[in-house]
């Protein structure tokens, strides 16, 4: 980077990142609640239990992302508390990309430039990149590895390719699709410099992380791998996605065009591959999380893609410059930021946590080694501690085959509202009425939009209620016995 770049790049750059954070701190004080699962394994990994989900259960890797996992554990040695370190270092992976998105930027376009400064300017004023990095989710860690290890695979020389090597094992230890992603930047540093120390060096690198998750768990892939890939509906991801209007295909067409004219086009139609297999991988999960955050990587790529376009000296400088600009004001023109905040409030849990306090009161009295029966293992099983197990009882749980336990200390249920007589999950019913005696109602908490959780617990217990300002009012009619109608 030319010394002058700085003059123009140092306070561009602190203006994207204040708008970063001007944006992102309103959603800092949430989290959804699969967040709480990676949560659960790194309070036993720092307790001495080892990347287990039950201390005396068995081994299942019920996490999708080990290096997020444990970074989470780093937080808990280091201040105690899992959710403040995973939004404020969710917010600093966010802040990392911006300069990662220049730099990718600036080498698709051969030189730095000020038009590069679109890619974090784009970045920072997305509402699905700003929502998606404080979820307390490793997507801000995996945005960033993606952007920092395309820009050192088509950067680095000499010794710096190492870096290459690294970042490409941190992809593969982000997300299961990393493994993919990293071969692909391996092999284009190998056919661009003729030499596979780096292929050699990320390959050695995956047969120790298989070999070890064959011995631990037995399997050669993260269970939710397997679960979140069954009876998933296309059609019902294309309407999901569909709530973002003509934003996907945008950056799906701008990404493609871009790379079409960037002066490195074989560096740009290799973002278009890892952007469109990405997306590939997105499809074959159920697309619920908010902001869209398995398509993200798309957006990003094709915003640094755009940004480098403006920056080179060919004829599409302005254009794809102009195409940034316009977009990004007509985005925020237009209802799409409100809505995908909205659907973010509706995913995630936030104050009072009241799963969190109501699993922190009932492990208190629970003899140690109860075990509780729950269809979302998310932020109520981390609230319950290690000392209990807990079961999931979907049918591809992340805590194995949720084979029948005889009468658990505890079943939580799942309703849609705090009045209603139906239970959300089937398997639910099945867990309630298969107990030997009748189970003593708790109350009901909420969990998030169209989530409230009643808490049943074994009559030999002699359980309290849950404190009266964790629970919601219940209309919902209950049978002498304590079972649902």
């Known amino acids: 980077m030319p010394f002058a770049a700085l003059r123009w790049l140092g306070p561009g750059g602190v203006v994207c990142g204040l708008a970063f954070v001007a944006l992102a701190l309103p959603t800092l004080g949430s989290a959804v609640d699969d967040a709480w699962i990676s949560g659960r394994y790194a309070a036993h990994l720092v307790a001495g239990h080892g990347l287990v989900f039950n201390v005396d259960g068995p081994s299942v890797e019920g996490f999708s992302n080990p290096l997020w996992t444990m970074w989470l554990a780093l937080g808990l040695v280091l201040t105690g508390e899992v959710h403040p370190f995973m939004t ?42 700003v929502v998606a990095c404080t979820n307390g989710l490793e997507t801000a860690q995996w945005l960033c590895l993606l952007v920092a290890s395309a820009w050192a695979t088509f950067a680095a020389e000499g010794p710096w390719r190492v870096l290459t090597a690294v970042l490409c094992v941190a992809l593969a230890l982000c997300r299961p699709e990393g493994m993919a992603v990293g071969a692909w930047f391996v092999a284009f540093d190998a056919l661009r410099h003729r030499r596979r120390e780096v292929a050699v060096g990320f390959v050695g690198a995956l047969v120790v992380l298989e070999a070890w998750r064959l011995a631990f768990y037995g399997a050669w892939v ?18 999901y996605v569909g709530r973002d209007g003509v934003l996907w295909p945008w950056v799906g067409w701008s990404l493609l065009g871009a790379a079409l004219v960037l002066p490195r086009r074989m560096e740009g139609l290799g973002l278009v591959l890892v952007a469109v297999g990405l997306v590939g991988v997105a499809f074959q999960v159920e697309l619920w999380m908010p902001a869209s955050r398995l398509l993200l990587p798309a957006g990003v790529f094709s915003a640094c893609a755009m940004a480098g376009v403006a920056a080179s000296p060919g004829r599409g400088a302005v254009p794809a410059g102009l195409s940034l600009v316009v977009g990004l004001g007509l985005l925020h023109l237009s209802p799409l930021p409100s809505t995908v905040r909205e659907d973010d409030h509706k995913h995630s849990v936030d104050a009072p946590w009241a799963s969190l306090q109501a699993a922190a009161f009932l492990a208190e009295r629970l003899p140690p080694g109860s075990t509780v029966a729950i269809r979302d293992a998310g932020a109520f099983a981390y609230g319950i501690g290690p000392l209990h197990r807990v079961i999931e009882t979907h049918p591809l749980g992340l805590t194995g085959p949720p084979e029948a336990w005889p009468d658990p200390e505890l079943i939580v249920t799942t309703v849609r509202q705090p009045n209603t007589t139906w239970l959300l999950y089937p398997e639910d019913r099945v867990w309630l009425e298969g107990t030997s005696v009748p189970y003593v109602h708790l109350g009901k908490i909420k969990q998030h939009h169209r989530r409230y959780y009643d808490v049943w617990a074994h009559p030999d217990l002699g359980l309290p209620p849950l404190p009266p300002h964790l629970v919601v009012p219940d209309t919902r009619p209950v049978t002498p016995s304590g079972r649902v109608r």
């Not at 911006?98 to 030189?111: E, F, H, M, V």
């Not at 993260?222 to 309407?239: C, G, I, M, Q, Y």
């Open 222 to 239: 993260p269970h939710p791998v397997l679960a979140k890939t069954t009876d998933v509906s296309f059609v019902e991801n294309l309407r």
């Open 88 to 129: 404020w270092t969710g917010l600093g992976f966010g802040l990392l990309l911006l300069p990662c998105a220049t730099g990718l930027a600036a080498t698709l376009a051969g030189r730095w430039h000020p038009a590069t400064l679109l890619a974090p300017a784009t970045l920072a004023l997305s509402p699905h990149v």
